[in-house]
């Protein structure tokens, strides 16, 4: 699971940021990437990544504000000349069907692919084999969602001498023994799973928020992230325009993640009035109730890895 | 009379060119510019140029494909953050105003200026002070114009001479001179003003094409234009394509620049099939039938001066 930041602005695209945009790499386990958000040019922003469009296969859609849509037209069309004929599935917000299927339709853009528009609300949206993704309304001047992408655990190692020990050699009875909860070797032995495999490897869970004012309430939706990406527009000083714009600060957005026990926060959509400079002042707050934060840029990268 | 090429590319964005507009700079003449076509990204290419975007006021889009209007929302949104109050005019085909609200309305993107819409047919669209405008209807696969841009004659110079000769000095009646065919000074002259005003000065004539097939027929609306832009999506060779897909060759366009007795000719929506290197061969194509011919790159510009 590897996040690529294509824009952390806010608002407006600027020389420094362009608009939102994530993609979660889900190559390793999935053979997929999923997209959240996409903003004007975010298809310009992934041709100077690595990124396959023809491999997303899912987008998230947080809310319908232009900085989060207006590339959305661009990338759909153009991934039709990429390759892609895979299904597409795009979650969002009511209005986000309206909004595709005009574009395209007046456009006369036609799809070398099956498209799939999903308005959203609350609750589970995704149950794959491997991957559950929550959504929950936000605190924003109009419907704005958080995704939480919940990896499923999973199953421990095989404890290959446990059953050597008892005279059960390797074979497809070990790949049996993996799939079922008891199972009968050809000699009438009865083997329960759960003796021989071991602790079971969490999965990971990464909590991605769309525009927002803090809400303490927010705590139980991302609580124990291994990484929660969060806004946060204004400095703690603008703690009053944030309000007023139901954006959050620095320091907001530091305490979400304190109070939610997550292992590490980035933040994003950053106002185009801070330039590069100012980013240390920003860190700096956000780091002085949550330490494991960062701030992101366009291109920016980073792994999240399974726990020991 | 300045244009700016924002992007030259056809269909899709790539690192080299990204999707069609052109910025004509009328801010000697006006004191305002004008936008051709406004694909993904314009707003990014124009925060690379010194084009203040609420300088923008009228935007001409040739035809309703993604690569030439999927910028139009967030270049709409953005310009009521970049000091934008003045009426802006966006002039295209039928289905522009529903793209245009629609994404808008979806979006919550509130204009802090008037934003006209206006849903263009054949003949004369605008005619104003100092320009006129006529759309013609081209050859491609969806309704796409191509618009005349005609800068009025000026009135010729004031005879100074030729005033003080026979006893007239400088003062107010110079300007009323310049602005009615007969005035009488105040001590009984009665002056014509044809026999005061040197000759007049030829307007500009710029014509810009959206995509289209060639068409022997286009000639006379091209005719005799300081500048005639036309696309170029494929080279000679592929002139099967070109019908195909309802786009030009190089020679195409040079053929029809020569028979339209322009003076200069500009390809632009170059495919993306093209690199850097191949642009040679593309010009000398082009230049084997209409030598004073060159193609766009993004960020390329070139002034159209008056004739002497
Ligand atoms: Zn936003
Ligand atoms: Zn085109």
Redesign the interface.
């Given at each position: 699971m590897e996040l690529t930041f294509l824009g952390t602005g806010a608002?407006?695209?600027?020389?420094e940021r362009?608009v939102s945009a994530i993609a979660l790499s889900l190559l390793q386990e999935i053979n997929h990437i999923w997209l959240f958000d996409c903003g004007?040019?975010t298809?310009?922003q992934i041709?100077?990544t690595t990124i396959k469009p023809r491999k997303i296969n899912k987008i998230f859609i947080t809310h319908?504000?232009?900085d989060h849509?207006?590339?959305l037209?661009?990338l759909l069309?153009?991934r039709s000349?990429q390759g892609g004929d895979e299904l597409l599935t795009v979650y969002g917000p009511s209005?986000i069907k309206?909004?595709i299927e005009?574009?395209l339709r007046?456009?006369?853009?036609h799809l070398s692919y099956p498209l799939s528009i999903v308005e959203i609300d609350e609750g589970l949206i995704i149950d794959e084999e491997k991957f559950q993704v929550y959504a929950k309304k936000l605190d924003h001047?109009?419907p704005s969602y958080g995704f939480r992408i919940i990896e499923k655990d999973k199953i421990g190692e095989l404890l290959v001498q446990s059953l050597i020990d008892i005279g059960v050699m390797p074979g497809p009875i070990y790949q049996q023994i993996k799939e079922n909860n008891v199972v009968q070797t050809e000699d009438g032995k009865v083997l329960y799973q759960k003796d021989f495999i071991g602790p079971s490897k969490k999965g990971r869970i990464i909590s991605i928020l769309g525009d927002t004012r803090y809400q303490e309430g927010h705590r139980e939706f991302i609580e124990n992230s291994n990484l929660l990406v969060h806004e946060a527009t204004f400095e703690q000083d603008k703690a009053n325009l944030a309000t007023d714009y139901y954006h959050s600060t620095t320091t907001q957005a530091a305490t979400i993640a304190k109070i939610g026990n997550v292992d590490q926060l980035v933040l994003t959509h950053i106002s185009s009035r801070y330039q590069d400079e100012d980013t240390t002042r920003l860190l700096d707050e956000a780091c002085e109730v949550f330490p494991n934060t960062s701030i992101a840029t366009d291109f920016y990268q980073l792994s999240v890895e399974l726990k020991a």
């Open positions: 608002g407006l695209p600027s020389k362009n004007e040019a298809q310009h041709l100077r319908l504000h232009g849509i207006f590339g037209p661009g069309s153009s000349f209005g309206e909004y005009t574009s007046l456009s006369c853009s001047v109009i």
